[in-house]
């Protein structure tokens, strides 16, 4: 059985641990490789190198830093389909899907490169007589993430690029259900020749977690996952003394208005809804229809009908397996609550199978009429191809309804109305907005800017907040004596003059 080796100090190492955990493969259940937790020495032996190697790596000029990440873009591009394919085999994603995951990663990747503009400070000459002041961005040390299942391209390349550009050296501990793909990133980034040490990565559960929150050394988390464990992080982590991003669960809302394109309606609510299987932070969970686009309900029905999953290379899937046997069963668990509960299943996804492939996770397009905010089926992040119908009155109502869940990770409206799509878009209490755009996850030179339970921290992930996250400002005010006029008495008061 292949066995996951671990990253530390520049070197691809056996781990020593006597606890290792299976990766399957979601399609067939087929157990692919073992991978360790690492032990208490291996952890400290990749947070302390990280910490040496920060000396000399925060001292490197940022055009040398940019270069790198030139040069692993160029890697990642070449070796795309490659990545997409080990992504797809452990994930059980399709291989569009896989091949965007990746993509999606390396556009970050491309906003690392010209990190050196990013980091630029600012400079006030003559605040005072013969004051001036200006301002330098400046790495903070050893940093760490904790990536998820869902995307294991893209999340970590959210991550440890943007952080290693700004001068920081990184700890990775990716998920351990699907940890091939990030053990490939690292392995491009060592022969983009990364210094050795610059990048660490751990395998693990609770425990390296833990180690990671609490050990002195690291100076920031950025974490992607689920509510409980999000929480769980930054309130750990900031008890620790640590800056912390941690991005939680969602419950993403799509308001249909009469006016919209019923037939891109259709389209975008099928492909954000059951894309992925739903194991989506941004999915359209919840579709909440305006007055007469109520009536197009049983079209998407009939849409979602239509709709397979199936195998990573089989071109006419549209999404593959959930990640897990317990995954699986949580959803389904979450269908049957909503079905006691009064939701209308409308299209009932268990018990779903897929020719040749009986021992995968396999859930099939589900959808429920009728919902409402009590349901268990609404409250949960069900992750799953899962979509809740909702009816309201008027766009306030569906505001309303919006802004009183606890999540604000996404949403999007489609009309054709322009002021109704200004209200919206000004109204809602919510990070990131859709105006006919089902999953608007914004490009890297912007940041991923989830509100309210869904997320923790101050600063976001990619984009200029995340150069913010990873680095510290310093203020430089300087005064050079050019003449024996310009010197002053001694000043007793806070005043700069």
Not at 64 to 75: N, S
Not at 261 to 285: E, H, P, Y
């Amino acid at each position: 059985m292949p066995t996951v080796p671990q990253f530390i100090a520049g070197e691809f190492v056996q781990s020593c641990s006597s606890k290792w955990m299976d990766v399957t493969n979601p399609a067939t259940n087929d157990v692919i490789a073992q991978v360790p937790c690492a032990t208490s020495d291996e952890m400290r032996q990749a947070i302390d190198n990280a910490g040496e190697v920060f000396k000399s790596w925060k001292e490197t000029p940022v055009s040398e830093r940019a270069r790198v990440m030139m040069r692993y873009q160029a890697l990642l591009k070449s070796h795309h389909d490659e990545i997409a394919e080990t992504l797809s085999q452990e994930t059980g994603k399709t291989f569009e899907d896989a091949r965007g995951d990746v993509w999606r990663g390396i556009e970050v990747v491309e906003h690392a490169a010209n990190v050196a503009t990013l980091m630029m400070g600012e400079t006030v000459e003559n605040v005072a007589r013969d004051v001036d002041t200006h301002s330098w961005t400046q790495p903070l040390g050893v940093c760490a993430g904790i990536t998820p299942f869902n995307f294991p391209a893209m999340i970590p390349l959210w991550m440890f690029p943007m952080a290693i550009a700004c001068g920081n050296t990184f700890v990775l501990k990716p998920s351990e259900q699907d940890p091939l793909t990030p053990m490939r990133l690292a392995e491009l980034f060592d022969q983009a020749g990364a210094p050795k040490g610059v990048l660490q990565v751990v395998h693990g559960a609770r425990e390296q977690v833990d180690t990671l929150l609490t050990d002195p050394s690291i100076r920031a988390i950025s974490f992607v996952g689920s509510v409980p464990v999000g929480q769980y992080i930054y309130e750990t982590g900031t008890r620790h003394m640590k800056r912390v991003q941690s991005f939680a669960g969602a419950k993403n809302h799509m308001v249909i208005m009469p006016d919209a394109d019923k037939q891109q309606v259709l389209n975008a609510l099928v492909g954000a809804s059951v894309g992925a299987a739903g194991q989506r932070c941004m999915a359209i969970s919840v579709a909440v229809f305006v007055g007469a686009a109520q009536q197009w309900i049983p079209e998407l029905k009939d849409a979602m009908a239509t709709v397979r999953p199936g195998a990573w290379n089989d071109p006419g899937a549209s999404y593959g397996p959930l990640i897990s046997a317990e995954a699986r069963e949580r959803v389904e668990s979450l269908i049957a609550t909503g079905e006691s509960q009064g939701a209308t299943l409308l299209l009932d996804g268990r018990g779903c199978t897929v020719d040749g492939l009986p021992e995968g996770h396999w859930v099939g397009p589900t959808l429920f009429g009728d919902v409402t905010p009590d349901m268990e089926i609404y409250r949960e992040e069900v992750f799953g191809p899962v979509l809740s119908c909702m009816n309201a009155d008027s766009l306030g109502d569906a505001i309303e309804l919006i802004n009183n869940s606890p999540y604000g990770n996404g949403t999007a409206i489609f009309t054709n109305h322009g002021g109704v799509a200004r209200r919206f878009q000004h109204d809602i209490e919510v990070g990131q907005v859709g105006v006919n755009v089902p999953i608007p996850v914004p490009l890297p030179f912007f940041s991923f800017t989830g509100w309210k339970g869904s997320f923790y921290g101050d600063q976001h992930a990619y984009g200029k907040q995340a150069v913010r996250f990873y680095t510290e400002t310093k203020t430089v005010t300087s005064r050079w004596f050019s003449t024996e006029a310009s010197r002053s008495d001694a000043n007793f008061s806070i005043q700069l003059r």
